[in-house]
């Protein structure tokens, strides 16, 4: 599995001009950071959309927590609205993963997230996953369970390990999609024989309220399968890379969300 961020919320040039100008403050804030500030106060200023961060960020990010709390009044203010559910004011922030290698049963689950989610996956009508093709044939994703299980298995004169069978079975596949092929039937169609384990790649975009969601209930040890628990992880570090701030709402409020 390969997870990467490609792109994430930015602010306009125009706009860090705009904040710049008032104060050099302003521009050392993530611009996630300076979006959330501006959404949450937008539902209770006075002040236009476009004038609160440059009006009113330097209060809230140039003072401490004025409830006592680690970090600056702005980082206690998104942790109040957390708290309190507002999450809508966080799904401005987006943020666009290449996921590449994943197996088509992780992608199962993936899509029941539907909402603030959105995918372009890779076709296996389109690509041709046989072994002559330029796929040079499917990869496959073994779970975690079936490569660390070196419990012999009676079969016939051998014996095997789960490993063994579960590669048996891959290479059955595609020994079955590759003659259907030579059949003359279509990728389209050939594919229904590729199994759950076949890899694929995708692009996702997702918010931050979803992925905040999306982590509270597929984080590890929340009874999630191994694949995607890695997957929640890993898009969980990509994201605290470019807004740390978000780490302590992985850590802990996500499970609220």
């Not at 050392?28 to 009006?55: F, Q, V």
């Not at 199994?195 to 984080?219: E, G, H, I, M």
């Amino acid at each position: 599995m390969s997870v990467e961020l490609m792109f994430h919320t930015q602010l306009s040039d125009k706009f860090k001009a705009k904040l710049q100008k008032a104060s050099d403050q302003l521009t050392d804030m993530t611009d996630g950071k300076i979006l959330a500030l501006t959404a949450i106060r937008t539902c209770y200023s006075a002040n236009k959309p476009s004038e609160i961060a440059i009006k009113e960020g330097a209060k809230y990010f140039g003072s401490a927590a004025s409830d006592g709390t680690s970090g600056s009044d702005a980082d206690r203010l998104i942790r109040q609205i957390v708290a309190s559910k507002h999450t809508s004011t966080l799904e401005g922030i987006t943020f666009t993963f290449a996921i590449e290698g994943v197996s088509r049963a992780l992608l199962a689950q993936l899509t029941r997230h539907r909402v603030g989610f959105s995918f372009s996956v890779q076709s296996q009508r389109y690509v041709r996953m046989g072994s002559g093709d330029r796929s040079g044939g499917f990869d496959y994703v073994v779970p975690e369970k079936v490569m660390g299980d070196k419990t012999a298995v009676e079969c016939a004169d051998y014996d095997l390990t789960a490993e063994d069978v579960f590669d048996d079975a891959m290479k059955y596949a595609q020994e079955s999609y590759d003659l259907l092929r030579k059949a003359g039937v279509p990728a389209e169609d050939a594919r229904a024989v590729l199994p759950q384990a076949a890899a694929t790649n995708l692009v996702l975009t997702v918010n931050l309220r979803a992925l905040l969601d999306f982590y509270a209930k597929r984080r590890k040890g929340n009874g999630a399968q191994a694949e995607i628990a890695d997957l929640a992880e890993a898009l969980r570090r990509e994201v605290v890379e470019v807004e740390p701030w978000t780490a302590q709402f992985f850590e802990g409020v996500s499970a609220s969300v």
